[in-house]
């Protein structure tokens, strides 16, 4: 009798988390088609409100409005971003020792200022000197 409850409860249990696994799941497909329809509105009355004006172009309606939005998606991709972080990390690793600290540089305006064109003439001499070009 306690076997036949316990699976019965179990029975119960998974029952209720996929009822609500599939309320979930219908509520962001219900959400996701609503914003889709205010970006088309959005599209359209930024579309309506600038284009005309700026560029003579005709005003739209929503259906062309919503086809602009899904064409620049299309164009301009669909966000998300994951890429560029790959790209980050593996550039540091492949640029490792090239790679220079900026913090090297902080005083860089300062000498340049303070010795800055006799320095590099009294360099540039030495090192003709060396190479024997003078």
Do not use: Q
């Not at 309606?61 to 164009?75: E, F, P, Q, S, V």
């Amino acid at each position: 009798m306690e076997h036949r409850e316990r699976l019965t409860g179990k029975v119960e249990n998974s029952i209720k988390e996929m009822v609500i696994k599939v309320v979930k799941v219908i509520f962001v497909i219900i959400l996701a088609i609503g914003i889709v329809f205010l970006l088309g509105y959005a599209v359209m009355y930024l579309w309506n409100w600038l284009m005309p004006d700026l560029f003579g172009l005709p005003e739209v309606g929503y259906w062309k409005a919503l086809g602009i939005l899904i064409l620049a998606k299309i164009i301009f991709g669909f966000g998300g971003g994951g890429g560029h972080k790959k790209a980050k990390t593996s550039s540091k690793k492949a640029c490792g020792p090239l790679r220079s600290d900026l913090s090297k540089w902080k005083h860089y305006e300062e000498f340049w200022e303070e010795e800055g064109e006799t320095a590099y003439e009294a360099y540039k001499k030495r090192k003709d000197m060396e190479r024997g070009t003078i």
